[in-house]
């Protein structure tokens, strides 16, 4: 086994969002940087990569154009309701709330717009609560789409990081997988671990762990910046609150590749880190198993609009609140707690072909690809193609023309006789008689119709109310939905320069953390629940605050 040894003034470990971001950070304040990731260089940017580009801003022009009107004040009201902050050990998330907050409200978009990032002109409203207004929710829509998706959010940091790259001042070590931290006189002075054996996999694809030799590397200063830990079910079930959640589901699909396994931070925390609100998880309901696997157990989140009926295992409608779209972690709680081992969303093609979107950069081609053309076909009358692609081959999606056929076909799906079928009718009929009039006693319905008076949610996302069985709306669909493991809320506890906390409370010398290795921020900023846009927009905001802390103090 070869050891090597280097000098560098910042190591960066984790090449995702927050990793670049930082390093862009550091090189532009002229530091040299030493940038590790386990995986190969095709895995630039992480997560990010495959992620829908959302991205969260208060009061925007983008807002404003569309007659939205948002503003700090709503921001933090919205926050505080969503996160719940009810912990002694909520200090620091509680500060980097705050201070993203001001972030979204301030510099953030005009931060962003300067290095060539824009944004589609349709805001989406994820996470629109509905329960009340003191509860859970966004007000307005908030999440602003990149134009580009992922890659379009990482490409001014690659082309940053690339730049400094040419000209000497970032060093990329891929294949290198940190074990440890290396620690003198209680200060973190570099890291250390296994050399692995160069990998040509596709993006997100299994790689080799087979260790070719180690390394021993020194810095003046650390930046753990090595994401979550959803792709490792094990840490996943370990961290569950059942006090909360009721036992983890037997069978949950993967948001996230194999590699976002959280042994650093476990690592980190062995050593002295402070890991706060670990139970603290963002895992989606709505999860189909992709018909195109990158990964194991590689599942796609479906991003619905709010018509679609929601089906319990036997075809009992959820109770309001739980709707799609209004609280992720309410109606996470709900099903895990009642142990259903999946639910079901019933609709039909004008619904699908209206609200039905799939997260994630390859599953947005026309977003992606920056296609104009492309893009405008999603206010046609026409599914989208990577829709129809599940609807086609999705093992989850059963499509027929008439409910009693379509019942039959859930049935056999999952293998036995759940369903009831008159069950199921009087579920369909119940709420097809509602809307008929645009008033009614359907709470999911109002809500539809609410939306429906901003002029992006009318044109591009949210169906008019129709009955569900009108044969021109036809055919009938039904979606099996399953838990989706994504996102980590707890993480390794930091203050604002993103120092990591550790015994006593203070700060380890010389280690910093950023991204979902922190929570996004502090060890938790979200609290229990996400406002959505608040992920890449904590990896930005958190990795620019490591970097220019870091700078600072060199």
Not at 219 to 240: D, F, K, P
Not at 437 to 460: F, M
Not at 526 to 550: D, K, M, N, P, V
Request: hydrophobic fraction near 40%; aromatic fraction near 8%; charge should be neutral.
């Amino acid at each position: 086994m070869e050891t090597r040894k280097a000098e560098g003034e910042v190591i960066v470990v984790g090449a995702g969002l927050a990793g670049l971001v930082a390093a862009a950070e550091l090189a532009d304040a002229g530091r040299r940087v030493l940038v590790l990731d386990q995986e190969g260089e095709q895995n630039l940017g992480g997560q990010a990569h495959w992620s829908f580009g959302g991205l969260f801003f208060v009061d925007s022009p983008e807002q404003r154009r569309l007659g939205i009107r948002d503003s700090l004040d709503l921001a933090r009201r919205d926050w505080e309701t969503a996160a719940g902050f009810d912990r002694p050990e909520d200090h620091w998330p509680r500060k980097w709330a705050e201070a993203y907050l001001e972030f979204a409200a301030g510099e953030k978009r005009e931060w962003l717009h300067r290095q060539g990032m824009r944004w589609f002109p349709a805001v989406g409203w994820a996470e629109r609560g509905g329960a009340g207004a003191g509860l859970p929710g966004n007000s307005v829509p908030r999440f602003h789409i990149t134009w580009g998706t992922g890659p379009g959010v990482l490409e001014p940091f690659v082309r940053r990081v690339r730049e400094h790259q040419r000209a000497g001042r970032i060093d990329f070590r891929f294949r290198h997988r940190v074990r440890g931290l290396t620690l003198t006189a209680g200060q973190v002075t570099g890291v250390h671990g296994d050399v692995l054996e160069p990998s040509d996999v596709g993006r997100g694809e299994t790689s080799s762990r087979v260790v070719t030799g180690d390394f021993d590397l020194t810095a003046q200063a650390v930046l753990v910046t090595s994401g979550g830990i959803g792709g490792n079910h094990e840490l996943v079930r370990r961290y569950w609150p059942t006090e909360r959640l009721g036992p983890a589901p037997g069978v949950m699909l993967s948001g996230v590749p194999r590699h976002v396994d959280g042994l650093l931070q476990q690592q980190v925390v062995a050593q002295g880190g402070s890991l706060i609100n670990p139970d603290r998880m963002w895992h989606y309901t709505e999860g189909v198993r992709n018909w195109d696997p990158v990964w194991p157990q590689h599942g796609i989140r479906i991003l619905p609009g709010p018509s679609s009926l929601w089906l319990d295992p036997s075809g009992r409608r959820l109770p309001f609140p739980h709707i799609p779209g209004a609280s992720s972690y309410d109606t996470l709680r709900h099903i895990t707690t009642h142990g259903y081992p999946h639910t079901w969303f019933l609709l039909n093609r004008a619904v699908i072909n209206r609200e039905f979107g799939l997260s994630g950069s390859e599953q947005n081609p026309d977003l992606t690809g920056k296609d104009l053309r492309l893009t405008l076909r999603r206010a046609s009358k026409h599914v989208p193609g990577p829709v129809q692609a599940f609807m086609d081959r999705g093992e989850d999606f059963v499509v027929r023309d008439n409910l009693r056929d379509l019942v039959r076909g859930m049935n056999d799906l999952t293998g036995g006789e759940l369903l009831d079928y008159a069950t199921v009718e009087r579920e369909v009929l119940d709420r097809d008689l509602q809307v008929h009039n645009v008033a009614g006693k359907d709470a999911q319905l109002a809500i539809v119709r609410g939306a429906r008076a901003i002029l992006s949610e009318r044109l591009t996302r949210v169906a008019k109310p129709a009955p569900l069985l009108d044969p021109a709306q036809g055919p009938l669909i039904a979606v099996r939905l399953s838990v989706l493991t994504r996102k980590s809320l707890g993480g390794l506890e930091t203050d604002l320069q993103g120092r990591v906390i550790g015994a006593g409370g203070q700060p380890l010398p010389g280690l910093y953390a950023a991204g979902e290795v922190a929570g996004f921020g502090g060890g938790g900023y979200h609290g229990y629940r996400a406002l959505e846009g608040t992920f890449l927009g904590g990896c930005l905001f958190s990795g620019r605050a490591a970097g220019r802390a870091i700078a600072g103090t060199l």
